[in-house]
């Protein structure tokens, strides 16, 4: 049995054997109806996770995506979860050629709650390490999709004092009059982490895009600039 197989068998096997019903409509509704659930908290993920992945060892990159595809074609958010934290996990494997796969989670079941966790922790560290990729975030923060250019816009999250702040500026002037709330939010969001590193240039941005930037947008980039 390949590893992939073994994973998902076993995430067959001890997911739903946890599952709380009562929960799981909750986790639904505060999800706003958008996926089903098994009604398994946070915490208990983790501790289920480890029970998965228990003797098993590192995957290939082929692993990696077959065990994110497969967890992508289970219906409960859960699944999803775990693909996030799999891939998270042992990015360092990957190469390159994961990115499509990532499009693929990307655009489907699309909410904020896998598309954000793929920017910051699967796409962002992709990009770092194979820097052709970021002729791929171009294509992306111009695209209709609005979780396209969302994980474009999110992808230096973690990136601190490694950021292309000159990448970042534009891809928010590019994005700075779309009328979606996640997109809004995402700009702000990126430049309120930037400002933790650079709060000069990104108040400096800010000011000079504010006719441009969504109040929502503005009001989230300079929260803890003008806090201080």
């Known amino acids: 049995m390949s ?13 739903p054997a946890a599952a709380d019903p009562d929960r799981a409509v909750g986790a639904r509704a505060y999800m706003r109806d958008q996926f089903p659930f098994l009604g398994i908290p ?33 219906p409960e958010r859960e699944y ?29 079941k699309s909410w904020w709650d896998t598309v954000d966790t793929l920017a910051a922790h699967t796409v962002g560290p992709l990009v770092t390490r194979h820097p052709t990729l970021v002729a791929t975030m171009d294509a992306w923060i111009g695209d209709e999709n609005l979780w396209l250019a969302r994980t ?19 891809y928010c ?21 930037y400002a933790k590193t650079d709060p000069i240039a990104v108040t400096s941005f800010v000011r000079s895009q504010e006719s441009q930037l969504s109040p929502l947008s503005v009001r989230e980039a300079l929260k803890n600039i003008d806090s201080r």
């Open 80 to 108: 999803q979860y775990f693909a996030c934290g799999y891939l998270r996990r042992f990015i360092k494997v990957a190469s390159a050629s994961l990115l499509p796969t990532v499009r693929t989670l990307v655009l489907t």
């Open 173 to 193: 002037r590019a994005q700075a009059g779309h009328q979606d709330f996640f997109i809004r939010k995402a700009i702000g969001w990126a430049l309120r982490e």
């Open 42 to 74: 946070h915490p208990r993920l983790a501790q289920l996770d480890k029970q998965v992945l228990a003797g098993v060892g590192p995957p290939t990159g082929a692993d990696l995506v077959a065990v994110a595809l497969g967890c992508w074609e289970r």
């Open 152 to 170: 474009a816009i999110l992808h230096q999250l973690r990136y601190r004092d490694h950021t292309d702040a000159e990448r970042l500026f534009r």
């Open 3 to 15: 590893l992939a197989a073994t994973v998902l068998g076993r995430l067959d096997e001890i997911y």
